[in-house]
């Protein structure tokens, strides 16, 4: 009943049911996009463009399009290239002063940075577009080009024209995240990453299903058994993104007038995963590395044992790699420096502990003893659908387990939902939960 109730207190406020209506419009235009298969491509000859996009680095970028990479589609190429855009930016924004400057100047910084954003990216698309459509002519048969062999276009020509249809497919999805965010409800980005994952889910779950169904003996119970495990595996990703290690500073009293002020004690919440899914998408791009060596016979045998997904070496390097990664990300991401001239700034002060060089140096400790378990349960989280796969669950299904896939589900819902719950507490009625209050990736 309380379930029914919040549905209709959602529905009762106009602003949240336009919002929610027009985010669910532009995800629909994106999700039909997304089989819109670039023009001169026989659609029946994709098969083996499907099936090279299922693993490795390719896998993750066919996820993060929805399936459209695999598609061939004109939405192929995703938002991965406006998000390796925002990474450069980010860092520049900590190395290099003038984009650090720039990131201090408020409404008019953040409009610079998203227009140098947006210039990298069209510089990421123009080598990653002809990079697509050479991956394409080794995939997929001759025959498929319907323009080159039927219309007689050329191969630079038609794609010179593909690649700029993909830069245009790249930008519109771009523009659509915008929107959402600007105008719908919770990130616009990240909202199109999670829907594109879920829509690989109920192909995944019927075919697991299936699967089981056929079983000799079993089946349906081994099911129920991997729907439990995926439970707490949810519960576990769920802890992990809500996690924080609260800091205490204290604020000194102000006299104004003939009045006292602050002097209350408030916390910094320490994010125990601060990286987010970044350190795992940088460790998948690491483990394609030994693909290079395969091509040679003295290499081809270690190149094997490393790319084995299932195999003990692969994850045992995978988790490495992730908890350094996971370090790296987070050493430049969360200053203490900064953080300790914001407190100064505002008369704050951690007890016990004197300003300056000193709470920097509490707050850089604090902040690796607080990563090294996050890190750890991140890689745990990261190589679980790998025990999956040797429990026998289907490669598709097992990708839920854990990596990416899971982590970018749970963090984006529980951000969207924040949303949706602060909206219902402005107007006064109660929020998704009965006790407490959600808390995102974006704070408590």
Not at 104 to 122: A, C, D, P, V
Not at 222 to 250: D, S, Y
Request: aromatic share 12%.
């Amino acid at each position: 009943m309380r379930l029914i109730q919040t549905i209709k207190n959602i529905f009762k406020i106009e602003e949240l049911r336009k919002r929610l209506v027009y985010t669910f419009l532009l995800i629909l235009v994106y999700r039909l996009g997304s089989f819109v298969v670039l023009p001169g491509i026989d659609s029946a000859m994709l098969a083996n463009m499907q099936n090279f996009s299922q693993e490795g680095l390719v896998g993750l970028l066919n996820m993060f399009s929805g399936g459209a990479f695999g598609n061939a589609s004109i939405f192929a190429l995703g938002v991965m290239p406006y998000i390796s855009a925002s990474i450069v930016i980010q860092l520049l924004g900590i190395f290099v002063p003038s984009f650090r400057k720039m990131q201090m100047e408020g409404e008019s910084g953040r409009r610079k940075m998203n227009q140098y954003t947006r210039l990298l990216t069209i510089g990421i698309l123009c080598i990653q577009g002809p990079a697509y459509m050479a991956a394409l002519h080794q995939q997929i048969p001759e025959a498929a080009f319907v323009a080159v062999n039927q219309l007689g276009w050329s191969n630079f020509w038609f794609n010179l024209v593909s690649t700029v249809i993909l830069i245009g497919g790249t930008m519109f999805v771009m523009w659509l995240g915008e929107r959402i965010t600007d105008r719908g409800i919770g990130n616009g980005i990240s909202i199109i990453i999670m829907i594109g994952i879920i829509a690989r889910l109920p192909l995944a779950f019927t075919a697991e299903l299936g699967e089981k169904l056929n079983a000799t003996t079993g089946g349906i119970l081994m099911f129920i058994v991997e729907l439990v495990i995926l439970f707490f595996v949810i519960v576990a990703a769920v802890a992990l993104v809500q996690g924080t290690r609260k800091v205490p500073v204290q604020y000194a009293k102000r006299v104004i007038g003939n009045k006292q002020y602050g002097g209350a004690r408030q916390y910094i919440p320490l994010k125990i995963n601060a990286a987010g899914v970044m350190p795992i998408i940088f460790a998948q791009a690491m483990m394609l590395l030994p693909l290079v060596f395969s091509q040679f016979d003295a290499t081809r045998g270690l190149a094997a044992t490393l790319s084995n997904y299932t195999g003990f070496w692969y994850n045992f390097i995978f988790a490495l790699l992730i908890i350094a990664f996971t370090y790296f990300y987070t050493a430049v991401t969360v200053n203490p420096t900064m953080m300790a001239e914001e407190m100064k700034k505002n008369g704050g002060f951690i007890p016990g502990v004197k300003p300056g060089k000193k709470t920097v140096e509490y707050l850089d400790t604090i902040m690796s003893r607080v990563t090294l378990p996050g890190s750890i349960f991140l890689a745990i989280i990261a190589i679980l659908p790998a025990f999956a796969m040797l429990l026998g669950v289907n490669n598709q299904f097992a990708s839920f387990y854990g990596g990416t896939s899971l982590l970018i589900l749970v963090g984006v819902s529980l951000d969207t939902l924040q949303q949706i719950e602060s909206h219902l507490l402005m107007r006064h009625y109660d929020g998704l939960m009965k006790t407490g209050r959600l808390s995102g990736r974006s704070g408590l």
